[in-house]
């Protein structure tokens, strides 16, 4: 999963959420930094009843938010959907890879018909900073 800070690049760089089920997302100062949230039709909780872990669904706990504003929800894209936001962005030929290296991964693209790479301690980050550079590139 991509950082906080990461998320909030790929956001200011230009990538527009439109929320789906499953899509994962941070509520940044809102006290719940630490906390990521799913979109999800269903709450499921993992809660403990007489002593023994349960998977309970509700529809409401009493701690929860009526709702926040899209605008104040951080999405932090999974690697598919880095992937494929990045996809969209190249030209249909345009070189788009990922590989290993010795600390982490590396996205090679192209932008302009120039080769760029970009590298990251796992294959999301490595796809978030192209994605940026697409992002920009293409403003």
Do not use: K
């Not at 630490?34 to 909780?45: D, R």
């Not at 494929?84 to 018909?113: F, K, N, V």
């Amino acid at each position: 999963m991509i950082s906080l800070e990461m998320a909030r690049q790929l956001r200011e760089a230009g990538l527009e959420w439109r929320p789906a089920e499953r899509d994962v997302f941070a509520l940044p100062g809102h006290d719940m930094d630490g906390q990521v949230f799913v979109v999800s039709p269903l709450p499921a909780l993992v809660q403990r009843y007489n002593g023994m872990p349960v998977v309970a669904f509700q529809t409401s706990a009493e701690w929860a938010l009526d709702y926040v504003m899209l605008a104040e929800a951080m999405w932090m894209p999974s690697e598919g959907q880095l992937r494929e936001a990045l996809a969209g962005l190249l030209a249909p030929d345009a070189p788009l890879g990922l590989s290993r290296t010795a600390l982490g991964y590396r996205c090679a693209i192209a932008l302009g018909g120039q080769p760029r790479s970009f590298d990251g301690p796992d294959a999301e980050t490595a796809y978030a900073q192209a994605l940026i550079a697409a992002l920009v590139y293409a403003a």
